[in-house]
């Protein structure tokens, strides 16, 4: 592999020059590769990006890493070498809510080119969940067929799918009370025809002793039992919504026994193919996994990939950086490793204090307030202009990026690999 840089030689992110022999269990690498840089020979071997604890020990890469890039720099399929090799020590969950690409890690690379050395195509072994959500891709034989329970969701997953709160705490109660509704024709029926006061709650009694009120449920009101009229028309506004996705069901059964998968290691991803379902399910699994985490303090310690967080988290009307905060947040607390990946890092997308907090950044090329960011970050703002000089050209596929590392506060630039597994490309 012939590298170049303008600044002195330059390492790649899987290489290590410095370092001839580290101990790496069963990820250990005998094999030396050979490269030329202006005519000279040099061994490097490859390497599992580790540090070294205050006791000098090798451990586990940080628990959160930012992969950041422009459009078209390669940050998507980086992403996937850095999860690939994630995955051979901790189990992984990739929320993937385009649906577009993730599920492709099921398949090796069907052109191996440009592999880490001594790398084999390979596959991310694991359940791969797919949301039948309207227009969405078709599912592959080996995925398994999800749809989400509504009733399962609490007040905060409701406003995720657009209920106001006063909205969702009718919805919730109305669901547990009068459930399991047969279908979604049933269920609005019932909330169209739910008295407002207790004067129409009384007058909707004595219809339905009279037969003259049919609904299309099987329970009837409970008397004085009422509902807030301008929470009732938030319900009727944003059901039809929901039920256009397609997707949800309304009993009371568990679509998939996430608990076992957990507790068994399992690689998961999922494949939402739509914002507005990837944004309810991954906020109620991440309260899954805080609970499993509680209950059971020795479970495997996962790591979590998203990707354009900035654009499935938040719901209309919330801070996109405060949303990212907080889901930040709730991964620390749950010993939950976080994999970031998005085009950007202004102050709109990545709050300071998260931006201070991941400790593994790798960024393509970037201009702007966000390669002004990132530079700050590495500690110096002539590494700005660096990450804006990066190499990119998409006609010939040259592409570079910079790694940094915040426990030793080293960075390089570097050419990234292909992925192991298949990537952008559909597989028959």
């Known amino acids: ?36 840089e202006g ?29 950041v890039g422009t459009t078209g720099t390669g940050k998507s399929v980086l992403s996937k070498v850095v999860e690939y090799f994630l995955s051979l020590e901790r189990p992984v969950i990739d929320f993937d809510w385009a649906g577009e690409d993730s599920h492709l890690s099921h398949e090796p690379n069907s052109l191996p080119e440009n ?20 227009n969405s891709r078709p599912k592959k034989q080996f995925e398994r067929t999800v749809r989400p329970n509504i009733t399962k969701y609490d007040i905060v997953q409701l406003e995720a799918l657009g209920f106001s709160p006063g909205a969702a705490m009718y919805f919730q109660n109305l669901i547990r009370r009068y459930g399991p509704f047969k279908d979604w024709e ?11 006061n207790e004067a129409a709650a009384r007058a909707m009694q004595k219809k339905l002793e009279m037969n003259k009120v049919r ?27 929901i039920i256009e996705k397609g997707v949800f ?31 309810v399910e991954i906020n109620y699994y991440m309260q899954r996994i805080k ?3 509680r209950q059971y303090r020795e479970s495997p310690r996962y790591f979590v990939k998203i990707e354009e967080a ?27 490793g976080l994999l970031l990946v998005m085009p950007e890092a202004t102050e709109k997308t990545l709050s300071d204090k998260v931006l201070d907090d991941i400790k593994e950044i790798i960024t393509g090329k970037l201009q702007g307030e966000s390669a002004y960011r990132i530079g700050r970050r590495c500690g110096s703002r002539d590494i700005a202009n660096i990450i804006s000089r990066l190499t990119l050209n998409r006609y010939t596929d040259e592409r570079e990026f910079l790694y940094y590392s915040s426990d030793d506060q080293s960075w390089w630039t570097f050419i990234p690999f292909n992925s192991p597994v298949e990537i952008h490309r559909e597989v028959n």
């Open 310 to 336: 900035h654009k499935v988290l938040a719901a209309e009307g919330k801070k996109v950086d405060e949303v990212i905060e907080e889901f930040v947040l709730v991964c620390r607390k749950a010993s939950v």
């Open 39 to 67: 005519g000279s020979k040099k061994t490097v071997r490859m390497r599992f990006p580790k540090k070294r604890d205050r006791h000098g020990k090798y451990v586990q890469i940080s628990n959160t890493i930012l992969c």
């Open 115 to 134: 592999l880490p050395p001594y790398t084999p195509p390979g596959q991310i072994e694991g359940w791969y969940l797919h949301y039948p959500v309207k």
């Open 249 to 279: 069901r309304l009993d009371n059964r568990e679509e998939i026994n996430f608990e076992q998968a957990f507790l068994a290691g399992k690689n998961m991803v999922f494949s939402f193919n739509d914002k507005d379902v990837g944004r």
């Open 1 to 36: 592999m012939l590298l170049k840089r303008e600044m002195g030689l330059r390492q790649n992110w899987w290489l290590a020059q410095d370092i001839p022999n580290i101990p790496l269990g069963a990820l250990t690498i005998e094999h030396s590769v050979v490269y030329t």
């Open 215 to 241: 609904i299309k449920h099987t329970k009837r009101y409970e008397p004085n039992d009422v509902i807030n009229n301008q929470s009732k028309e938030s319900i009727k506004k944003v059901l039809p919504g």
């Open 186 to 196: 049933a269920l609005y029926d019932f909330i169209e025809n739910f008295p407002i």
């Open 291 to 293: 609970s499993i985490r």
